[in-house]
């Protein structure tokens, strides 16, 4: 019998760079893997984030027994404790070895778990992110505001990437965002994602997921996402070298029907382990230096893997488990039915839903402005909000869902994420996307039947909270706007938005 060490291998921790792997005698070391039917039940989840996490533990261990390793594998266990109690009584290690969790609970019950056996627990960093929270705390100490673009800058001269040979920023800008919101054009043509062959073994993980969860959400559909190692690369690949030099200028555009545009779609197989954020970054850069892709473009999709997702990652252990029950504009209106039952005649809603349903995945504007913006200008209940993304997304965990749905996108962390509100009208949408020339609603009302709900909803999420917003710099002009409105149109805004409140608080659509 091998294994004085068990090394603890939970689903998004499927990397080659997994830390409880270093430094460790194989033979002297069994690998443990659960698939808890329980914890896949703790919240409705979309069927193919079931299916992306069990398909990509079972390849994983796969590859560890290629690689010499000996692994405990548990199937479709009822539940983590269970199957470790078993582990404990075949193996008998002395200790437990595991990498840092990414999420807070599962990070304590984990370690109570093994505690409570008797056994050494050892944890070692998170080997999938580049930052460290001392290097963060450092940064922003004594500091009012924690901001992204310092945080960035900081990670860019960390990591070289993206400099020149003086060490300052490639082209003489730290960022090229404001290059970066084209909207769409018409006949623009889009290379789609590379779709990786589908296993025998993802093949047997989705009947399983079928058998155990058949009333989740969401549909399986053909399968295209990756699962291996080999097939994330070649996603990788795939991307930097058909849709990266485009990614940039049409990074905020959205299509009714076109997915993905030139998005790389590389979420899922990061937050599961597959693919390091640097190489990413890095592969981003090669590409650059070549010349086959636009700055503005390389410097997008860096900003948003060394820059905003490690932000989001800090955020997250700086200041939970409280964040993620703020609610700073006090939103207590429930999720509304159609997040759920996909009925709306709101036509950007409705394509954006359809493709949650089908995909469990969206890129970061219509998650942002579409999903998010209306819970925000609404006033949906934060948690409730939450919770349905992270059920929904294949890429969702709680350390990034909290940060960005408390925080980025509903505020109600009260300005932590975002110095202002994402909050926008019909007017937003209808320039950055092509969905409201066949939508029933009106894009330029905002008081009437047919008025788009967005007008009537932002305009009165102004007037609700303009004295909160009053002292904000940024918000000054769009206050300003509301408090010269004339006041009979405020009055008809204000009725109209509680009668939209109200039909949905009842289960209503819109
Ligand atoms: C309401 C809301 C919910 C979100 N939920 C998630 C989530 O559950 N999981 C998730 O990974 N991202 C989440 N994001 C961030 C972002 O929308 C997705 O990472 C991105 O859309 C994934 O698609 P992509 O791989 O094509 O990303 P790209 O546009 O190609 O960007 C490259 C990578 O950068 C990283 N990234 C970019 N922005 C963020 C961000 N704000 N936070 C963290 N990482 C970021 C991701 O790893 C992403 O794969 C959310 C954003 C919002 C507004
Ligand atoms: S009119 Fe309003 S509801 Fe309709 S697509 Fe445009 S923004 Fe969406």
Redesign the pocket.
Known sequence: MTGRTSIWITGDQCSPFNSALEGIDRADAVVLMIESVARAKLIRYHKRKLVLIYATMRAFAAELERDGWTVDYHRESPDFAKAFDDHVARFAPRRVRMMQQSEYVPARRFSALVRERGLELEVTPHANFISTKAEFDALFAGKKRLTMEIFYRAMRRKTGLLLGADGEPEGGAWNYDAENREPPRAGMHFTPPYVPPVHASTRDVIAMVERHFGDHPGEIGAWDLPVTRADALEAARD?IEHRLDG?GPH?DAMIAGER?L??????????VGLLH?LE?ARMAEAAYRAGTVRLQSAE??V???I???????QIYWRFMPEYRTRNALDATLPLPAFYRTRETSMSCMRDVLDAVHASG?????P???I??NFGLIAGVNPQE?NDW??AM?????DW??V???IG???HADGGVVGTKP?AASANYIDKMSDYCGSCAYDRKDATGERACPFNTLYWDFIGRNHARFADNQRMHMIVRSWEKMDERKREAIARRARDLRTRLAEGGTL
């Open positions: 991307f990614f990074e993905t030139n998005h790389s779609r590389l979420s899922a197989a990061i937050n954020p990413l997008g999709f900003r948003q893997l820059g905003w997702r490690e932000f989001i990652w995945w969206t890129h970061h504007i998650r942002l402005m999903l998010g909000l993304f992270w997304f294949v890429d969702g965990y990034v869902m940060p960005n749905v980025m996108t509903l994402y």
